[in-house]
């Protein structure tokens, strides 16, 4: 199965700056997602990243607050702009090599961001 | 709304015995079902995918049910051992939109 790798695995940032999350994968997928998970809770869908194109969000998220880039098969960023305490949560990539939905998803480890 | 309910509570139970998990789902008719475990500070491990049309599965010490007219999946672990102490999370999934959505996890302590 593809191994995930996250980065960083943790931050502590200041309200109102940004962070970029990078998202690698050792082999070409189809499917890259982004979650967060809140202390306690379900994982939550961000968005769907798209290779070459613009990331589907879920409702409830929006590009101009979490822009995504995925220039490729095997790479994709998560930005968290302009960052409240609200923002502090687990991010979570993951992937799936197939384009149906009946097939396992993988996850990495996460970042775990907290915000002052 | 779409709606997955795994207990809250922690289930506790002793080496060797069954642990048996629950997720309710409502507002929804998944095509399939999986099942992942997460340890602490780590993503979510898938386990076992299990589809509308299959009523069990199995894969080695464990074993989920899929019952679609209850609109519930139970997941078995036989013979537990205090390694298997993780939460579980059920996830659904199906249609167009091929995403999957998580249920709360259900944090498994095994016991010596």
């Known amino acids: 199965s593809a191994v995930i790798s996250q980065k960083p695995s943790r931050d502590i940032c200041q309200r109102g700056t940004s962070l970029t999350i990078q998202c690698q994968v050792d082999?070409?997928?189809?499917?890259m997602f982004w979650y967060r998970q809140q202390p306690g809770q379900s994982l939550t869908l961000i968005a769907t990243?798209?290779?070459?194109?613009?990331?589907?969000?879920e409702s409830g998220f929006v590009i101009d607050k979490f822009p995504i880039s995925r220039p490729n098969l095997t790479f994709s960023t998560l930005t968290v702009s302009n960052m409240s305490p609200e923002d502090s949560s687990i991010y979570l990539c993951?992937?799936?090599?197939?384009?149906?939905?009946?097939?396992?998803?993988?996850f990495g480890d996460g970042t775990r961001l907290s915000i002052l | 709304s779409q709606k997955i309910e795994q207990n809250s509570e922690a289930l506790n139970i002793q080496e060797g015995k069954t642990a048996t998990l629950t997720c309710n789902y409502t507002n929804y008719s998944p095509a399939y079902l999986q099942w992942y475990r997460q340890d602490p500070g780590r993503g979510p491990v898938f386990l076992l995918l299990i589809r509308e049309n299959e009523k069990e599965k199995r894969k080695e010490r464990l074993k989920v049910t899929f019952d679609t007219t209850l609109k519930q999946s139970l997941f078995h672990i036989t013979a537990s051992q205090p390694a298997d102490s993780a939460t579980y999370l059920c996830?659904?999934?199906?249609?167009?939109?091929?995403?999957?959505?998580f249920g709360t996890g259900t944090r498994l302590q095994v016991t010596l």
């Open positions: 082999s070409q997928v189809t499917m």
């Open positions: 990243a798209n290779q070459g194109s613009e990331a589907t969000y």
């Open positions: 993951s992937v799936r090599e197939g384009g149906t939905g009946n097939q396992p998803q993988h």
């Open positions: 996830a659904l999934g199906g249609g167009t939109a091929s995403k999957l959505t």
